[in-house]
């Protein structure tokens, strides 16, 4: 059981580039989503899902792209990078059923956009 | 929008030390949910509170819920260099949305040896 697995783990693009970040369980989770993290502002939610063929915008989705075919694939695509996103990405998933509903998260994806 | 609030960002403390941080929220949170980030790498959960006054032991952490649902605290005693990390507080954006988080800024704690 590998949890939540992301690929890759470190990435430098030019402005302007193109690129999908990789993000898979199999913990048969319905709930994904993404989060960036930049020093002092904490974990902020990009796009999730609540299953599949289901997305939904957080607070901070322009410039990223999300898709949910299958229930454990999450992929996040960045269209044309620019500087500002140069961050640490986390993908987390969660079971809706049940009493508790952590959140799991994979290893990051450290971006760096020249 | 709901708001999940931790106060300082940063926190230094002497090993052996005691280490209390809370979490406040603008809204009430059917629970609430502490995590931790070590250096480098990424969050992972610690515990839940779900009632009202509840509080919960993990070894020399304690978490407690306030009665009104709307703060929580953690409390550390004779903290380690172990206990280095980033510690937040997260909550349901709304009631039966338990899976989407409102996650605090988070408080880094480092521990002078």
């Known amino acids: 059981n590998a949890g939540v697995t992301q690929t890759p783990k470190f990435q430098v693009l030019k402005t302007g580039q193109s690129m999908t970040l990789q993000c898979a369980q199999d913990?048969?989770?319905?709930?994904m989503s993404w989060y960036r993290q930049d020093p002092g502002m904490g974990l902020r939610l990009i796009h999730y899902?609540?299953?599949?063929?289901?997305?939904d915008q957080g607070e901070v989705p322009n410039g990223y792209n999300v898709s949910r075919s299958t229930t454990e694939d999450f992929p996040l695509r960045l269209l044309s990078a620019a500087p500002s996103q140069t961050s640490v990405y986390f993908c987390a998933s969660a079971s809706t059923s049940g009493r508790t509903d952590t959140q799991y998260f994979g290893p990051g994806t450290r971006l760096t956009v020249l | 929008g709901q708001q999940v609030m931790q106060i300082p960002q940063y926190q230094h403390v002497q090993e052996g030390e005691d280490f209390t941080t809370y979490c406040n929220s603008s809204t009430t949170l059917s629970n609430i949910q502490w995590y931790k980030q070590r250096p480098g790498g990424h969050p992972v959960f610690l515990i839940q509170?779900?009632?009202?006054?509840e509080v919960k032991k993990q070894k020399r952490l304690t978490f407690q819920f306030g009665e009104a649902k709307k703060n929580s605290s953690l409390h550390i005693t004779a903290t380690q260099t172990t206990d280095v990390g980033t510690y937040f507080c997260?909550?349901?954006?709304?009631?039966?949305?338990?899976?989407?988080?409102?996650f605090g800024k988070g408080i880094t704690l480092s521990v002078r040896p």
């Open positions: 509170l779900v009632k009202s006054g």
């Open positions: 899902s609540v299953g599949a063929g289901i997305t």
């Open positions: 913990m048969n989770h319905e709930y």
């Open positions: 997260a909550g349901p954006r709304r009631a039966g949305a338990n899976s989407k988080l409102t």
